[in-house]
């Protein structure tokens, strides 16, 4: 399941989690918005654009490694001098830790989004703590310690914060490229919604993986090359999350 194809049974399940906050119609509306939206502030701070960041970008990958796309993507990036924000679902980590490694090599930044990315392991506090914490142990053992957390379909219950809290992360919204990204529609289309969306100090989502399950992402391969080209025609420049936000990337070893 994908942030785009999802939102709507998401919505509904989010609004079922909610339980007795989900007063019906009118509730699973205000439970979408509330957990679900990219834009919603109602459960604490979660940036989605950076203020005053001048004609500054952050272009952000969610749920790989995902071979050849992630790294496809990567060189792209490093042949004009960027860098990117990798948000990587832990189980595909553990099967490719050398991609993690080598994006983290070349100064890109990785970031948790999960171990399972599976929709039932984060309606629960104890179970989405596990995939937390999990996920993190993943990066962890690829040579990373991140500081930062988008979770899977933007999806925030209200025990999230404190669990983050608890494992020294923070979390990170963005705008998706293109709603219908997960049917990887023609490059030029996922690029022309993404282009439209993206102003100064905008935190931009593709995906270079499929819930951490693999799956071709040639489209938007393809459409990120065409954004950053036409992004650089118009004289923006990039840069990752942390350094938009003014944050952290990643933790300091335990002493
Ligand atoms: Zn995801």
Redesign the pocket.
Known sequence: M??GGQRGGAAQAAGAALGAAAVGAAGLGAAYWACMSPYSQLLGEFPFRAEGAGRSVALTF??GPNEPFTTQIAEYLEERDIRGTF?Q?GRAVLKRPDVTARLASRGHVIGN??YT?EFTNYLTPATLTADVRRGQQALISAGVRPGLY????LLRIPALRAILGEHGLRIISGEFCHAMEVFQPAPERIARRALAKIGPGSIVIF?D?F??RGGNRASTVRAVQIVVDRLLDAGYGFTTVDRLLGIPAYQPDPV
């Open positions: 994908s942030e969610d749920d948000f679902v989004h999960g990315h988008r979770p899977p379909w995906h993986g819930d951490g």
